[in-house]
């Protein structure tokens, strides 16, 4: 089943799309059933694959048990992320890479001209692979009767068998889980969810992602933005103790020196158009001080997180989209200032 097909069989149970994100009537449900089209996959098999992204990763494979996953970025020599992802570790030989749709090639390809020298092959998922999303507090014990798993603890993955294919649960936080299932398979399993969860649209799974504090790369900011400036190693997605891999040593330098001038903030601002990843934000002169991140609507206005400058910030100084919608900073539920090497 293409994403064609697939969005059909959607909008039959009431989805509106945008794009390639679905929207369903609003719910207060406890548990949301969430379509998660706009996530992609980068499959990483063979003997060296752990060598392999041990060496480019930002984050510790080599001390990552089976069967559970890190967030994690990929560098190019300037320390400049190429891709951020969740990436699952199924075993030495098998990790998965979650991220966006419009990133995953990107990702791939960047990982390739590495991979020649090891007995590794990447593969991009595409619509071979859906991913689906339950939401909700509470959500990893009722999966575990839902699925007929053990529950999960935050960070742990687990496969199991539904209809006639292997499905990979991963546990993102308390309140969120993803679900990799094969194509052929994922209307039955939709079903079966549905009948037990409320269907919700993706921009529940973002707002959520956007509270607390987890970023994530698209195409449009590819090679913008260092670790640290997206508070990756705040969120155990950078390893200072690892050794070396691609753009380590900008990355330690810049952690160890205490260099880092921007760093991400959520906001929130006015109802309107969504603004691109990449957007620019400004002060009232125009002067543009950071970038946007990602963003999405919720019932309060527009939730985003945006890489700002620390300085500017701490002087109080308003902050504008392009189109003059003020941004107003919000609480992160981490501290943005700990030093992770403290």
């Not at 020599?77 to 990107?106: N, W």
């Not at 090679?223 to 190693?233: G, K, R, S, T, V």
Request: net charge negative; charged share 20%; aromatic share 8%.
């Amino acid at each position: 089943m293409d994403q064609v097909q697939w969005q059909e069989f959607l909008t039959a149970r009431g989805a509106v799309w945008e794009g390639n994100e679905a929207h369903f009537p609003d719910t207060s449900a406890d548990t949301y059933l969430v379509d998660l089209s706009p996530l992609g996959s980068v499959s990483v098999t063979g003997p060296d694959s752990q060598k392999f992204l041990q060496g480019q990763l930002t984050c510790d494979l080599l001390n990552l048990p089976d069967w559970h996953s890190s967030l994690g970025a990929h560098c190019n020599p300037k320390g400049r992320m190429i891709s951020a992802f969740r990436v699952v570790k199924h075993s030495q030989e098998h990790f998965t890479l979650l991220l966006p749709r419009d990133l995953a090639g990107i990702a791939r390809e960047a990982l390739a001209k590495y991979a020649v020298f090891f007995k590794t092959e990447l593969s991009e998922c595409g619509d071979d692979q859906r991913w689906l999303g339950l939401q909700g507090k509470g959500v990893l014990e009722r999966a575990s009767g839902l699925l007929g798993i053990g529950r999960l603890a935050p960070g742990a993955a687990h496969s199991f068998g539904f209809d006639g294919t292997e499905v990979v649960a991963c546990a993102l936080a308390e309140d969120q889980l993803a679900l990799g299932v094969p194509a052929k398979a994922a209307p039955a399993l939709w079903e079966k969810l549905a009948g037990q969860a409320e269907v919700a649209g993706y921009c529940h799974w973002t707002a959520r992602q956007i509270q607390a504090g987890v970023p994530q790369l698209h195409a449009a900011t590819s090679e913008m933005f260092i670790p640290q400036m997206l508070n990756l190693h705040l969120l155990g997605g950078v390893s200072f103790k690892k050794g070396c891999y691609t753009g380590q040593e900008v990355v330690a330098r810049m952690q160890y020196l205490g260099a880092a001038k921007r760093r991400m903030y959520r906001a929130r601002c006015e109802s309107g158009g969504l603004p691109e990843p990449g957007a620019p934000v400004s002060t009232e002169d125009g002067k543009s001080i950071g970038n946007l991140v990602q963003a999405c609507r919720s019932d309060e206005g527009i939730e985003l997180l945006a890489v700002l400058t620390i300085g500017k910030v701490a002087e109080g100084a308003p902050l504008f989209l392009a189109d003059g919608r003020e941004l107003k900073l919000q609480e992160l539920p981490y501290d943005a200032d700990a030093d992770p090497l403290a």
